[in-house]
């Protein structure tokens, strides 16, 4: 499956952590990431990542781009709801073509943990059909 890894600054250490916890799950799958999220977690885990452009550049919307076209399975994208984003417009967008296109997505480490085991059990496989 293709995942997209995003997260915001205040949030990048939480999804490094979790993907290093569940590193034997993501090995299996194909990763995206947003530029500086993608280094970070590639520098931490050795995982390959295919890199976008860094969120407020452009990544947000090249993510949502493969969203669009049916070539994203899953989305774990960590959010800071405390800190104003300058490109939020662009990560309202990416959440709504979740939605539009039925695209699992979590939000925070609560959300990513149910995702990740769902993953792992074979339940997003409906998005291989």
Not at 3 to 30: C, M, R, S, W
Not at 52 to 75: R, Y
């Amino acid at each position: 499956m293709n995942i997209a890894l995003i997260a915001h600054d205040e949030e990048k250490e939480n999804l490094i952590g979790f993907v290093t916890a569940y590193l034997p799950i993501f090995q299996k799958h194909t990763l995206f990431a947003t530029g500086t999220t993608g280094q970070k977690i590639s520098e931490a885990t050795g995982l390959s990542i295919h890199r976008f452009q860094s969120g407020p550049l452009g990544g947000d919307q090249q993510i949502g781009a493969k969203i669009a076209e049916n070539e994203m399975d899953v989305v774990f994208f960590f959010r800071d709801p405390l800190t104003a984003q300058p490109h939020d417009p662009d990560i309202n967008a990416l959440v709504r073509l979740c939605d539009v296109y039925k695209i699992p997505i979590a939000t925070n480490i609560g959300t990513g943990e149910v995702l990740i085991r769902g993953l792992e059990s074979g339940y997003i496989e409906w998005r291989n059909l």
